[in-house]
């Protein structure tokens, strides 16, 4: 069973920073695409950034410039930087990991609040 933990959510005001991370077990880690999910309230869960096993990102439109997604693969982590957040930025973040073996499941974790309010 693979586990996935994000953390680093929190309440922030706009133009603050934080740092979400999402941990995962399994060995394959190395070799999974990672992807963050938004999800507001009332809205569809959208791609936020991902990084593929060989470090190459993709950002939404909405964050590029201001969010940097990498990974530790020695820490099995992935990061999400949340620079000069902004009020739309609320959400829940989760993380999303690809299985890279057969069948080639994805793996959710529970998701972190973040609050962008002054």
């Known amino acids: 069973q693979v586990r996935v933990v994000e953390s680093g959510g929190g309440l922030v005001q706009p133009g603050g920073s934080l740092r979400l991370s999402c941990a995962a077990s399994?060995?394959?880690?190395?070799?999974?695409?990672v992807s963050w999910y938004a999800q507001a309230p009332g809205k569809q869960r959208e791609l936020v950034a991902d990084?593929?096993?060989?470090?190459?990102?993709h950002y939404a439109d909405s964050v590029k410039g201001r969010f940097t997604i990498s990974r530790d693969n020695a820490k099995n982590t992935v990061y999400l930087q949340m620079n000069s957040l902004k009020p739309e930025d609320t959400a829940v973040y989760s993380c999303?990991?690809?299985?890279?073996?057969?069948?080639?499941?994805?793996?959710w974790g529970q998701g972190t609040q973040v609050t962008v309010s002054s």
């Open positions: 399994g060995g394959f880690f190395s070799r999974a695409a």
């Open positions: 990084i593929s096993s060989s470090g190459n990102t």
């Open positions: 999303r990991i690809n299985d890279p073996r057969p069948p080639w499941n994805d793996y």
